[in-house]
């Protein structure tokens, strides 16, 4: 890792360490990507993805067109994750430009080492089958255009080429999540707040790149239309106020974030953002950057204030503006090369410990064995239920249910496309929308349950069958050791449909 001082924007030794950087961190990705198998919004995502329409339920269509097709090519499961690891590559060459172009090329490196060494851009956004990627490669892209059109003098022609290959970005990014609205919502933010930027409120071209950015959303909203708003309903609802002032769920939120970026690149980064609004009135190039991340990062981390749900990763696509920041702040001061290649190092060391016990808890639970009284195992999501399918039950079944749309996933992935999986209950999400339960009345399937509500599903679902035959066990195991117990209940004569909370 270089970090010498470099000469600014053409350097050419700084493009390729950064092309090596990427292509390093790649097959690391890759290495992990192969350890684990789908988690749960994983599972969910590839068996959703299996129907290509305009949008879907949780999210807008952009991650599931590509893991459609994907899965198409390289089949369902792990290997479904190398389009969202080329992703990032890109992602990761992005950011590097962006910096480059506004800082120069040793801050450029800085900041493609500091986002690739962050644990949820190495691993989630970087790695999984989720909307992050797509989101964050979207983001970049429309950065780095802008930032061309802002700090460059690109001809009347080419800047209105610039406009809208950023507003064809912009578009991408509402294809990935709603909260890109967020930094587009910066952009009109640097227009008002930099005094040399204002003479673009009265000139065409943004508006013609708002337009463009609306028409590639479309299909967001003809699918919403036909749904009944109902993903904006979802979402809006997880932000919506429910009771009162939480000042303590929003420092939860912050440790989240913490977390979610590591304590070790976190405080350099905040300290970068901190630097940057310090000196945004002064410089426009970090008043573009500031603008661009505050929205999401301020918002999101506000979010639990007013007692709404939130996630730590929600504020993410506002920090990854900040990585250009960070390049700046650090290249620009008086830290030696020295000094920052030991903190990549170091970096860089705890990230492989991090990754490597992961994989090795998901494969073998070797933390159950050392800490038998511990917390709960998140990389259990990640064991495949691949021995469903062995069971004389599920074989028999024209029809497939589960009471919760995790499982709904697991099972549906587990099982393949051939097997329609129904999640009777009142919150389906996406998989409600697969196949109609309507049209298996009459004929038998089969409940997968945890096997200690069992009982309490077979009273729920008794109105909706005949009768059920007595459950099997289909126990889960981990390096030899029973982790999931499964209860296999063979139900008989679905009598009526199950209703769904939303229209189809």
Same mark, same amino acid.
């Given at each position: 890792m270089n970090f010498a001082n470099a000469r600014p924007s053409g350097d050419a030794d700084a493009r390729r360490s950064a092309l090596a950087l990427i292509g390093a961190f790649a097959l690391a990705r890759l290495a992990f990507a192969a350890a684990l198998g789908p988690g749960n919004d994983e599972a969910y995502t590839i068996v959703v993805a299996r129907r290509l329409d305009l949008s879907y339920f949780d999210h807008p269509p952009l991650h599931q067109w590509i893991a459609h097709f994907a899965a198409l090519v390289l089949g369902e499961g792990a290997a479904t994750r190398l389009p969202f690891v080329a992703l990032f590559a890109a992602t990761g060459w992005l950011v590097f430009a962006l910096t480059r172009r506004l800082f120069g090329a040793r801050a450029g490196i800085i900041a493609l080492v500091a986002l690739n060494l962050t644990p949820f851009f190495f691993a989630s956004a970087g790695t999984w089958v989720v909307p992050d990627g797509a989101l964050d490669f979207a983001l970049a892209g429309a950065a780095a255009t802008l930032a061309r059109l802002f700090f460059e003098r690109p001809s009347p022609r080419g800047a209105l080429g610039l406009w809208l290959a950023a507003g064809l970005w912009l578009g991408l990014a509402g294809l990935s999540k709603y909260n890109a609205a967020l930094p587009a919502l910066g952009v009109a933010a640097f227009l008002v707040l930099a005094p040399s930027r204002r003479g673009w409120l009265k000139r065409p071209a943004p508006y013609l790149a708002a337009l463009l950015a609306l028409v590639l959303v479309a299909p967001v909203l003809v699918w919403n239309a036909r749904h009944g708003w109902v993903s904006f309903a979802f979402q809006g609802a997880r932000a919506a106020a429910s009771g009162g002032w939480r000042l303590d769920r929003v420092g939860a939120m912050a440790i989240g974030e913490i977390a979610f970026l590591s304590p070790w690149i976190a405080a350099p980064l905040l300290a970068a953002l901190i630097d940057g609004v310090g000196r945004a009135r002064r410089d426009e190039r970090r008043l573009f950057l500031v603008c661009l991340a505050l929205p999401t990062v301020v918002v999101?981390?506000?979010?639990? @204030?007013?007692?709404?749900?939130? @996630?730590?990763?929600?504020?993410?696509?506002?920090?990854?503006?900040?990585?250009?920041?960070?390049? &700046?702040?650090?290249?620009?001061? /008086?830290?030696?090369?020295?000094?920052?290649?030991?903190?990549?190092? +170091?970096?860089? +060391?705890?990230?492989?410990?991090?990754?490597?016990? =992961?994989?090795?808890?998901?494969?073998?639970?070797? +933390? *159950?064995?050392?800490?038998?009284?511990?917390?709960?195992?998140?990389?259990?999501?990640? @064991?495949?239920?691949?021995?469903?399918?062995?069971? $004389?039950? %599920? /074989? !028999?079944?024209?029809?497939?249910?589960?009471?919760?749309?995790?499982?709904?996933?697991?099972?549906? #992935? &587990?099982?393949?496309?051939?097997?329609?999986?129904?999640?009777?209950?009142?919150?389906?999400?996406? #998989?409600?929308? #697969?196949? *109609?339960?309507?049209?298996?009345?009459?004929? !038998?399937?089969? %409940? =997968?349950?945890?096997?200690?509500?069992?009982? &309490?599903?077979?009273?729920?679902?008794? $109105?909706?069958?005949?009768?059920? *035959?007595? $459950?099997?066990?289909?126990?889960?195991?981990?390096?030899? /050791?029973?982790? %999931?117990?499964?209860?296999? %209940?063979?139900? /008989?004569?679905?009598?009526?449909?199950? $209703? @769904?909370?939303?229209?189809?």
């Open positions: 999101f981390t506000l979010t639990p @204030l007013w007692g709404a749900k939130g @996630l730590p990763h929600w504020a993410t696509p506002g920090w990854l503006f900040v990585y250009p920041l960070l390049g &700046a702040w650090l290249s620009g001061s /008086r830290a030696a090369a020295p000094s920052l290649r030991k903190w990549a190092i +170091a970096a860089a +060391a705890l990230l492989a410990a991090l990754a490597i016990a =992961v994989a090795g808890q998901a494969a073998t639970g070797f +933390a *159950d064995r050392l800490f038998p009284a511990g917390a709960a195992d998140p990389t259990l999501e990640t @064991l495949g239920w691949g021995a469903l399918r062995d069971a $004389p039950a %599920i /074989r !028999d079944a024209s029809f497939v249910a589960t009471t919760k749309w995790m499982d709904g996933g697991k099972v549906g #992935l &587990a099982l393949g496309p051939g097997k329609p999986a129904f999640v009777f209950s009142d919150d389906p999400r996406g #998989l409600g929308l #697969l196949a *109609d339960s309507a049209d298996f009345i009459g004929r !038998d399937g089969a %409940i =997968v349950v945890a096997w200690d509500r069992r009982e &309490a599903t077979e009273a729920r679902l008794a $109105p909706y069958f005949a009768s059920f *035959d007595p $459950p099997l066990e289909v126990v889960l195991q981990r390096g030899g /050791r029973d982790e %999931i117990a499964l209860a296999v %209940i063979p139900a /008989r004569g679905l009598t009526r449909a199950f $209703p @769904l909370p939303y229209p189809r």
